[in-house]
């Protein structure tokens, strides 16, 4: 069956601080995977996505990127965190029709 | 992807039905319909989609009006597991990428 993971649950990191998020996925192939941010109280934003490796693609313009060096492999970064990056995170992948989340990692930038 | 109305909440007593509904005017004929729910803390859960016939699973029945403009996700015997925020998304299967509104937070009481 299909698992995905996603690491660290929780996370604080100080202002200015590198930010790296890892996902990934077993048992499937060529998944589309995905990154979401969901600030406090707020609704979830799509902030990439990628349907193949080395294929990103950004709705979001901010000081955060994603690569995909694996086909299951998916990495959430940034070189300089600031306080707004605070959030609830998520990593997601789709084959099909239905898309299935990880766990989420709490992200707060003190 | 087709922009979808929902409630912004909603309570039920605990067995009885939760029936949510969600409103997708602008749906294209090969647009699927998602629905999705968060519980607090969580990462969102696959319930059910549909295209045009009536669906149903182990989670939730999925009502669809025959013009396909508005949906409703039948929870048959709410428990307070359920309490969480319902997301309803309309988009085309297999290439869609699932983009979340704010959702009706469900609330199943005692």
């Known amino acids: 069956s299909q698992t995905i993971h996603q690491w660290p649950a929780t996370l604080v990191q100080p202002v200015g601080s590198p930010l790296s998020l890892e996902c990934t996925v077993e048992?499937?192939?060529?998944?589309?995977l995905y990154w979401y941010r969901q600030a406090a109280g707020r609704g979830l934003q799509l902030l990439f996505y990628?349907?193949?490796?080395?294929?990103i693609s950004s709705e979001v313009p901010q000081n955060l990127s994603a690569s995909r060096p694996q086909d299951r492999q998916f990495i959430l970064s940034s070189k300089k965190l600031l306080l707004s990056d605070s959030g609830f995170y998520l990593c997601?992948?789709?084959?099909?029709?239905?898309?299935?989340f990880g766990q989420g990692t709490r992200l707060t930038v003190v | 992807d087709a922009k979808t109305t929902q409630p912004t909440s909603m309570d039920c007593a605990e067995g009885r039905a939760a029936n949510l509904p969600c409103n997708h005017s602008?749906?294209?004929?090969?647009?699927?319909v998602y629905w999705y729910r968060q519980i607090h803390s969580q990462g969102p859960q696959y319930i059910i989609h549909?295209?045009?016939n009536n669906e149903t699973n182990e989670m939730a029945s999925l009502i669809i009006t025959e013009d396909r403009k508005s949906s409703t996700l039948i929870l048959p015997h709410a428990t307070l597991r359920d309490t969480a925020v319902y997301y309803c998304?309309?988009?085309?299967?297999?290439?869609?990428?699932?983009?979340f509104g704010r959702g009706t937070s469900l609330i199943v009481h005692p």
């Open positions: 997601a992948w789709s084959v099909s029709s239905e898309a299935f």
């Open positions: 048992g499937t192939s060529n998944p589309n």
């Open positions: 990628s349907v193949g490796i080395g294929q």
């Open positions: 602008t749906i294209s004929g090969n647009e699927y």
């Open positions: 549909g295209l045009k």
């Open positions: 998304i309309a988009g085309l299967g297999g290439s869609y990428i699932p983009t």
